[in-house]
């Protein structure tokens, strides 16, 4: 079963900072042990979260890794809802650069 799926959630925009479109940043998900699950796209991000799309529907674990290879910062953030295609998270800490995660520090 996929954590934090969107059910009841009927379009409402909880989020408490405001949200910027991102023109499809590429992203990368990694575990928490910087194991790659996935490459995304994010399309859209706030100060506290972002929404991912993905190719091709992918099971996401409740806490991991979000790469920002244009940026090249790493954030540990925790999803919370779920749509094939598509995932909104929440930052969990703030961004290290590429290849350290929040986690090892």
Known sequence: ARW????????????????VRTRLRPQR???MRNAIIADCAMVDR???GAKLQFIVDVDLPRIFLLQDLAEG???????????PGQAGVRFTHHPAPC???SANK
């Open 46 to 48: 706030s100060d506290s």
């Open 73 to 83: 910062t790493t954030h540990e953030v925790e999803l919370i809802w779920s749509r």
């Open 4 to 19: 934090g799926k969107a059910t009841g959630f009927q379009g409402r925009d909880k989020r408490s900072a405001r949200r």
């Open 99 to 101: 290849g350290v995660s």
């Open 29 to 31: 998900v990694l575990s």
